[in-house]
């Protein structure tokens, strides 16, 4: 074999550096007298010392060599580590990553800033953290997720390190957004039973319509797509399919990254009829009971709905007797030949438990209290589901929190003790109410009311109205405690003056009430509330032109300022499935005000009803009734100033705001709005979703019919003299609340009527 020089040279070298490898991994042990750190710019030295395995007096290894170097960098401080050794002293050399001195975003048009600096510090990059390559790449993938979410797969990204003074950086994403990609075309393939317009009306994600800008319903996000599979299997086992399944779904975009195409392909199978339900297991010996609750019927197409609905319906009936974890599970024997299928719930109770703790969560502003009075399951008392479902709608009525949950969590240890964690997500309580007509006798008028139902997260309420109309002034300030008593009983405090003026002319008379009132409220169910109270009011008739005899004779009779001492009582019962987008339910209101004392006398009552029914899933029919009367007592006269107004939002749409006028008013030279003793309202909506909304049902569109009139009172209830109207509108939950804009038409009206066709008013109903 020949060598040649410089083959020689290499095998020298190798074995000089062999040599070497072998002298520093042969490190003899000794015992460390000294620990010395070099290169630390901002890590505290303690930091060092507390990670490594070694201290003052051990004996110094290979094996501790190792593992110091492992623990340093395991730290994720350090670029570089080395330990290095003088006589009997270690010396830790490190070279500090630069930590991050700053980050910003350009081109961000479609986040705020706030977003993604929350989305990068989830994955560890932020202000004063280490910094390296790895949590860059980390970094720009997670925005390009966040912008994948947003359907815009077009976004594209560039990062830019700037090294500054004292080892720190500068990062710089430099965004350019891209257009957002949007659903072109969305496919069902292999429906049969059901029409593809059908079934893509299920689903939040399409094509997009004309308000897409605002539902975003043509973005295409995976996890909305996924509910929408969910909805269709739904949607197929609850009309008696119960072999339906969805066997892919492709989703393609195009090269330009702007259109996706999506197909989902179902195979419906057959539909299957229930033969027969049998219930089995240990059924407390209340068979009679659980048959009751059972609402699949046999003779129609299987539905999971139904079934659904009576697993759940066992394990609340379980959970009254304290059986937390009862089980009830549906067991089909399905015969093909002839498309039936026999249903069999197995039900048993498990073990009964009481709850040990009740905690409560997520209540960063309202106090505890304030949910836990709420509570009808007691802590060391047996578990009563009613009882805790009761507690959990209570609390979601408050209407201080967007999400209520409630988790029951077994303690280790005792298998019959429960704890129970109440979850609730807080909203902001304030609302803001705004409202305001164009006509032309009042110009433009507006109305601006802010209340805070939790201040200072006391569970009490504070409101304050504010009329800025030149015919109507008012100024109101409301507090109401929902707990003055520990037993549910409210009060309310009211302080009021207003000012109406039914001419714009600035010398016209006007009405000036002002006054204050005491109201309790008596819980007498979860449903019903009995209210009662009293009050203090003075009415002035300030006199001026146009002054109407009938006030001339008033004032003639008593005085020009009048005091009243009205004593009040009502009860309300609402069973609305939701207070501010009812599909269902009814709400009851009645109130009654007989003044006592002062220089009047007088009786008024009020009565009310609201129901909602639900056509389909998207429709809603809602009626709502009013009737009011009022009477003078003690052989007086009812008071003109304590008249029932309508016209305009809440009573009949399409006429200016409380300018209706009774049949004897009608018939003066000059007729005047001076409200009548006896008011009667109907009004009719159908609510669906807006066109190209989708399903939100946070914005709706209505049509509506409205029919009221006044009366005075020696007139009966006539029917000819009653206005009515039709129209369109709007309804939007707003950030600020329920916005409902209508477009109204008379449909009968008198001569002299004040029409408005356009109103809208946010925080009202009908």
């Not at 975003?216 to 339906?244: I, M, P, Q, W």
């Given at each position: 074999?020949?060598?040649?020089?410089?083959?020689?040279?290499?095998?020298?070298?190798?074995?000089?550096?062999?040599?070497?490898?072998?002298?520093?991994?042969?490190?003899?042990?000794?015992?460390?007298?000294?620990?010395?750190?070099?290169?630390?710019?901002?890590?505290?030295?303690?930091?060092?010392f507390?990670?490594?395995?070694?201290?003052?007096?051990?004996?110094?290894?290979?094996?501790?060599?190792?593992?110091?170097?492992?623990?340093?960098?395991?730290?994720?401080?350090?670029?570089?580590?080395?330990?290095?050794?003088?006589?009997?002293?270690?010396?830790?050399?490190?070279?500090?990553?630069?930590?991050?001195?700053?980050v910003?975003?350009?081109?961000?048009k479609?986040?705020?800033?706030?977003?993604?600096?929350?989305?990068?510090?989830?994955?560890?990059?932020?202000?004063?953290?280490?910094?390296?390559?790895?949590?860059?790449?980390?970094?720009?993938?997670?925005?390009?997720?966040?912008?994948?979410?947003?359907?815009?797969?077009?976004?594209?990204?560039?990062?830019?390190?700037?090294?500054?003074e004292?080892?720190?950086?500068?990062?710089?994403?430099?965004?350019?957004?891209?257009?957002?990609?949007?659903?072109?075309?969305?496919?069902?393939?292999?429906?049969?039973?059901?029409?593809?317009?059908?079934?893509?009306?299920?689903?939040?994600?399409?094509?997009?319509?004309?308000?897409?800008?605002?539902?975003?319903?043509?973005?295409y996000?995976?996890?909305?797509?996924?509910?929408?599979?969910?909805?269709?299997?739904?949607?197929?086992?609850?009309?008696?399919?119960?072999?339906?399944?969805?066997?892919?779904?492709?989703?393609?975009?195009?090269?330009?990254?702007?259109?996706?195409?999506?197909?989902?392909?179902?195979?419906?199978?057959?539909?299957?009829?229930?033969?027969?339900?049998?219930?089995?297991?240990?059924?407390?010996?209340?068979?009679?009971?659980?048959?009751?609750?059972?609402?699949?019927?046999?003779?129609?197409?299987?539905?999971?709905?139904?079934?659904?609905?009576?697993?759940?319906?066992?394990?609340?009936?379980?959970?009254?007797?304290?059986?937390?974890?009862?089980?009830?599970?549906?067991?089909?024997?399905?015969?093909?030949?002839?498309?039936?299928?026999?249903?069999?719930?197995?039900?048993?109770?498990?073990?009964?438990?009481?709850?040990?703790?009740?905690n409560?969560?997520?209540?960063?502003?309202?106090?505890?209290?304030?949910?836990?009075?709420?509570?009808?399951?007691?802590?060391?008392?047996?578990?009563?589901?009613?009882?805790?479902?009761?507690?959990?709608?209570?609390?979601?009525?408050?209407?201080y929190?967007?999400?209520?949950?409630?988790?029951?969590?077994?303690?280790?240890?005792?298998?019959?003790?429960?704890?129970?964690?109440?979850?609730?997500?807080?909203?902001?309580?304030?609302?803001?109410?705004?409202?305001?007509?164009?006509?032309?006798?009042?110009?433009?008028?507006?109305?601006?009311?802010?209340?805070?139902?939790?201040?200072?997260?006391?569970?009490?309420?504070?409101?304050?109205?504010?009329?800025?109309?030149?015919?109507?002034?008012?100024?109101v300030?409301?507090?109401?405690?929902?707990?003055?008593?520990?037993?549910?009983?409210?009060?309310?405090?009211?302080?009021?003056?207003?000012?109406?003026?039914p001419?714009?002319d600035?010398?016209?008379?006007?009405?000036?009430?002002?006054?204050?009132?005491?109201?309790?409220?008596?819980?007498?169910?979860?449903?019903?509330?009995?209210?009662?109270?009293?009050g203090?009011?003075?009415?002035?008739?300030?006199?001026?032109?146009?002054?109407?005899?009938?006030?001339?004779?008033?004032?003639?009779?008593?005085?020009?300022?009048?005091?009243?001492?009205?004593l009040?009582?009502?009860?309300?019962?609402?069973?609305?499935?939701?207070?501010?987008?009812?599909?269902?339910?009814?709400?009851?209101?009645?109130?009654?005000?007989?003044?006592?004392?002062?220089?009047?006398?007088?009786?008024?009552?009020?009565?009310?009803?609201?129901?909602?029914?639900?056509?389909?899933?998207?429709?809603?029919?809602?009626?709502?009734?009013?009737?009011?009367?009022?009477?003078?007592?003690?052989?007086?006269?009812?008071?003109?100033?304590?008249?029932?107004?309508?016209?305009?939002?809440?009573?009949?749409?399409?006429?200016?705001?409380?300018?209706?006028?009774?049949?004897?008013?009608?018939?003066?030279?000059?007729?005047?709005?001076?409200?009548?003793?006896?008011?009667?309202?109907?009004?009719?909506e159908?609510?669906?979703?807006?066109?190209?909304?989708?399903?939100?049902r946070?914005?709706?569109?209505?049509?509506?019919?409205?029919?009221?009139?006044?009366?005075?009172?020696?007139?009966?209830?006539?029917?000819?003299?009653m206005?009515?109207?039709?129209?369109?509108?709007?309804?939007?939950?707003?950030?600020?609340?329920?916005?409902?804009?209508?477009?109204?038409?008379?449909?009968?009206?008198?001569?002299?009527?004040?029409?408005?066709?356009?109103?809208?008013?946010?925080?009202?109903?009908?």
């Amino acid at each position: 074999m020949l060598f040649t020089l410089s083959s020689i040279s290499r095998i020298f070298v190798a074995a000089v550096l062999g040599l070497l490898a072998q002298s520093v991994m042969a490190l003899t042990p000794f015992a460390v007298e000294d620990i010395r750190v070099e290169g630390l710019q901002r890590v505290e030295a303690g930091t060092i010392f507390a990670s490594l395995p070694v201290r003052i007096g051990d004996t110094y290894t290979d094996e501790k060599a190792a593992a110091s170097i492992k623990a340093l960098f395991g730290l994720g401080l350090f670029n570089d580590v080395r330990i290095e050794t003088k006589g009997q002293v270690l010396v830790v050399v490190v070279q500090e990553r630069p930590t991050v001195a700053a980050v910003d975003f350009s081109g961000t048009k479609e986040f705020e800033k706030e977003v993604l600096v929350k989305a990068l510090k989830d994955i560890g990059l932020s202000d004063g953290r280490p910094f390296d390559k790895a949590l860059a790449d980390k970094a720009e993938q997670e925005l390009k997720r966040q912008y994948i979410n947003k359907s815009m797969y077009a976004a594209q990204i560039v990062t830019t390190v700037t090294p500054i003074e004292r080892n720190r950086v500068n990062l710089s994403f430099a965004v350019v957004e891209g257009d957002v990609a949007k659903i072109k075309e969305l496919k069902i393939v292999g429906n049969k039973a059901f029409s593809e317009s059908t079934l893509r009306g299920q689903m939040d994600s399409d094509t997009g319509g004309w308000l897409s800008w605002y539902t975003k319903s043509d973005r295409y996000v995976r996890s909305k797509l996924n509910a929408d599979v969910e909805t269709l299997r739904s949607y197929y086992l609850s009309r008696g399919y119960l072999e339906f399944t969805v066997d892919s779904t492709q989703v393609a975009i195009s090269p330009n990254k702007q259109d996706i195409t999506i197909t989902i392909n179902v195979t419906e199978g057959e539909l299957f009829v229930v033969s027969k339900v049998k219930l089995a297991g240990n059924l407390l010996d209340k068979e009679a009971d659980f048959q009751a609750l059972v609402s699949i019927k046999a003779g129609e197409p299987y539905n999971a709905t139904d079934v659904a609905q009576t697993t759940k319906a066992f394990t609340d009936f379980y959970s009254n007797f304290g059986f937390a974890f009862a089980v009830a599970e549906p067991v089909t024997v399905v015969d093909r030949k002839t498309n039936r299928v026999e249903i069999t719930i197995r039900a048993e109770p498990s073990r009964r438990v009481y709850v040990r703790r009740i905690n409560v969560a997520g209540n960063d502003r309202t106090r505890d209290e304030v949910i836990r009075r709420e509570f009808r399951q007691l802590e060391a008392a047996w578990y009563d589901g009613e009882k805790i479902r009761q507690s959990r709608n209570r609390v979601d009525r408050l209407g201080y929190f967007k999400e209520v949950s409630i988790e029951t969590q077994e303690v280790a240890g005792f298998p019959d003790q429960v704890d129970l964690t109440i979850t609730v997500a807080e909203k902001p309580t304030g609302s803001l109410s705004l409202g305001a007509g164009v006509s032309s006798a009042d110009g433009l008028g507006l109305m601006l009311g802010f209340k805070q139902e939790n201040a200072f997260g006391s569970g009490n309420s504070l409101g304050v109205e504010l009329n800025t109309s030149k015919l109507n002034r008012t100024v109101v300030f409301n507090t109401t405690d929902p707990y003055f008593t520990a037993d549910g009983v409210s009060r309310t405090v009211d302080v009021y003056l207003r000012n109406s003026k039914p001419y714009t002319d600035e010398n016209s008379y006007s009405l000036e009430t002002s006054g204050a009132s005491l109201r309790f409220g008596v819980p007498f169910s979860d449903s019903d509330t009995v209210f009662f109270g009293g009050g203090i009011e003075r009415t002035t008739i300030v006199p001026g032109t146009l002054l109407p005899d009938a006030y001339k004779d008033f004032a003639n009779q008593f005085a020009y300022s009048t005091n009243a001492l009205p004593l009040t009582i009502g009860w309300a019962r609402d069973t609305r499935d939701s207070g501010l987008i009812p599909s269902s339910g009814r709400l009851v209101k009645t109130s009654g005000e007989w003044s006592v004392g002062g220089d009047l006398r007088y009786v008024r009552g009020t009565a009310q009803v609201q129901q909602f029914f639900p056509l389909s899933k998207k429709v809603t029919l809602a009626l709502n009734g009013e009737i009011a009367m009022g009477a003078g007592t003690g052989g007086l006269s009812f008071p003109l100033f304590k008249n029932y107004y309508s016209g305009g939002l809440g009573s009949v749409r399409g006429f200016q705001q409380g300018s209706l006028t009774t049949a004897e008013q009608r018939l003066q030279a000059t007729p005047v709005a001076a409200g009548g003793a006896k008011k009667i309202t109907f009004n009719a909506e159908m609510l669906a979703p807006l066109p190209g909304g989708g399903n939100d049902r946070t914005l709706r569109m209505y049509g509506f019919f409205d029919v009221g009139g006044i009366y005075g009172s020696n007139e009966d209830f006539q029917l000819g003299d009653m206005r009515s109207s039709v129209g369109v509108g709007i309804s939007w939950i707003s950030p600020v609340g329920p916005l409902r804009l209508a477009w109204a038409v008379p449909v009968k009206k008198f001569d002299n009527d004040n029409t408005q066709a356009l109103q809208f008013q946010i925080g009202t109903s009908f």
